[in-house]
């Protein structure tokens, strides 16, 4: 399984999330199938976004597609940082 990890910065979380939201079916189709979306304790603005996803290569093509970055502009995204993860192990203590 495929995992990716997602940290920007964006100008409004409660602007963001409904366009983070009304995205879900888009996300669906490109190949996500969970998601966690995190902020940063101190600021509520740096959000991490982990989700799990089909394939890297789905995920790379989903974020990097020009629709999606017009979304990310739209929804006041700055400077994302993309981390793609191959899950070598998980467990529960």
Known sequence: MAHILIIHEVEDYAAWKKIFDNAAAIRKTAGEQSYQVLKFA????????????????????????????????????????????????????
């Open 42 to 93: 101190d600021d509520a603005n740096n959000i991490v976004h982990f989700s799990s996803w089909s394939s890297i290569a789905d995920a790379k093509a989903f974020f990097e597609s020009p629709e999606l970055v017009e979304i990310r502009k739209q929804a006041g995204v700055k400077a994302p940082k993309f981390i793609y993860l191959d899950l070598l192990e998980a467990g529960v203590l």
